[in-house]
T-cell receptor, first 111, second 115 residues
Framework: GENVEQHPSTLSVQEGDSAVIKCTYSDSASNYFPWYKQELGKRPQLIIDIRSNVGEKKDQRIAVTLNKTAKHFSLHITETQPEDSAVYFCAAIQGAQKLVFGQGTRLTINP | GAVVSQHPSWVICKSGTSVKIECRSLDFQATTMFWYRQFPKQSLMLMATSNEGSKATYEQGVEKDKFLINHASLTLSTLTVTSAHPEDSSFYIC???????????FGPGTRLTVT
């Protein structure tokens, strides 16, 4: 089955700087890669996603890149703000719609 | 956007008792729903796939006799934790896939504490 590895597990950046979180997946059949932000005790919130036929997608300060050949995808957050502090999860999905999550990254934005 | 609800939002039960958690799709039909478990400071782990009108599909290592899943209608799936033990204490989250897209809609989660 699919296996998703996520790094780093914790990340601390100064407000205004950029943050990058990386994930790799094992199953080349995976075709959808969402990123979620989760605050303590809350449900995961979709922040951006990318399909396997696209190499990059951007939404304001957030961007995701996908390298199908290398089977890795990354989340980029620019101009970070204190409210970006949360746990972020990458995930991969196949046709059966089963989401496999990465281990998560705790992002802390220092003012 | 589509809404998925869960009930209860939190529950405390005694060891050995059973607890039922409901997951509802409020404004769309879901023939499939997913149940996840999340321990503190860990990721979401898929427990099982709930299929309307048929048996649930459990992930490897998940005891089907302990975590009973029923998907009796197109808008409701239930997870019953039987003979709960303290190690079952966790955050349980359900999700339902969007009808025509890959996106999944998550419920708000249920915090289970077994004493």
């Amino acid at each position: 089955g699919e296996n998703v590895e996520q790094h780093p597990s914790t990340l601390s950046v100064q407000e205004g700087d950029s943050a990058v979180i990386k994930c790799t997946y094992s199953d080349s059949a995976s075709n959808y890669f969402p990123w979620y932000k989760q605050e303590l005790g809350k449900r995961p919130q979709l922040i951006i996603d990318i399909r396997s036929n696209v190499g990059e997608k951007k939404d304001q300060r957030i961007a995701v890149t996908l390298n199908k050949t290398a089977k890795h995808f990354s989340l980029h957050i620019t101009e970070t703000q204190p409210e970006d502090s949360a746990v972020y999860f990458c995930a991969a999905i196949q046709g059966a719609q089963k989401l496999v999550f990465g281990q998560g990254t705790r992002l802390t934005i220092n003012p | 956007g589509a809404v998925v609800s869960q009930h209860p939002s939190w529950v405390i039960c005694k060891s050995g008792t059973s607890v039922k958690i409901e997951c509802r799709s409020l404004d769309f039909q879901a023939t499939t729903m997913f149940w996840y478990r999340q321990f503190p400071k860990q990721s979401l782990m898929l427990m099982a796939t709930s299929n309307e009108g048929s048996k649930a599909t459990y992930e490897q290592g998940v005891e089907k006799d302990k975590f009973l899943i029923n998907h009796a209608s197109l808008t409701l799936s239930t997870l019953t934790v039987t003979s709960a033990h303290p190690e079952d204490s966790s955050f349980y989250i359900c999700s339902a896939p969007a009808v025509s897209r890959y996106e999944q809609y998550f419920g708000p989660g249920t915090r289970l504490t077994v004493t």
